[in-house]
């Protein structure tokens, strides 16, 4: 048989992509007001919408970093912006795991967050205060039945496995998701709350405190820093 056209496979991943995107951006927008700002956002160059992410390594060098974001989105609440950076993946199991952004391996979203953060006063004079980093995969994986007979379609919730991953500003959630009650999952994050309302299965849940959050986007710039010093010295070991 002939090899498919890479051409025609990525013009389908594309168009299922879009039919599992629009319910989920449908029901995104119905849990929180959001307002778009844009997608595939150039930071750094000539012709970019942004500034470059600028990086001062522990060694004195001024590196600055370019990309493109895929999606920002910003919900207002109580008197602040709060931003959201969304990062496309043609994955099945996409996640954020803090090991792979201290060895150098994920740095992306964060790399992101800290852009929207250092140059959030282009969009909302009093600044955008970064809420949350989403990996979006555009593949669900498969799922395990005793018999197709035996799956109850009442009780399945096919874009269950297109929930967003990532790294969420816990303190940040009455604006990201307002329906979210205490003892409840979210439906549109992988966050949960204890029905005393702090974060239930904090070791698996994407949402940190206000404090380590920032913390780890702290971590990211250091990380950054330390990693550039020793890719420019000559040291590219992994």
Known sequence: AAPLDPELLDGVSRQIGVEILTPLSKGHVQARPNETLGVEIHFGGTAA???ALRIVTPAGRVCELHGIIDRV???SHAD???GIVCDYKRQRSVRLTLD???YGLSFQLLAYLLVLRDHGDQIVPAGVTPAAGLLHPLLASYRSVSHPAALDDSESDPFRAFVPRGIIDFDAMDALD???APGRRSDHY???LLKEGGIARADTSDAL???SFNGVLELARRRLGELLDEWIGGDIAV
Do not use: G
Request: aromatic letters at 14%; glycine letters at 0%.
């Open 49 to 51: 919408r942004w500034p």
């Open 80 to 82: 602040t912006s709060y």
């Open 73 to 75: 989105d910003v919900v």
């Open 209 to 211: 405190p206000r404090a």
């Open 100 to 102: 792979e952004v201290y």
């Open 190 to 192: 992988n966050v949960q």
């Open 178 to 180: 307002p329906q979210l």
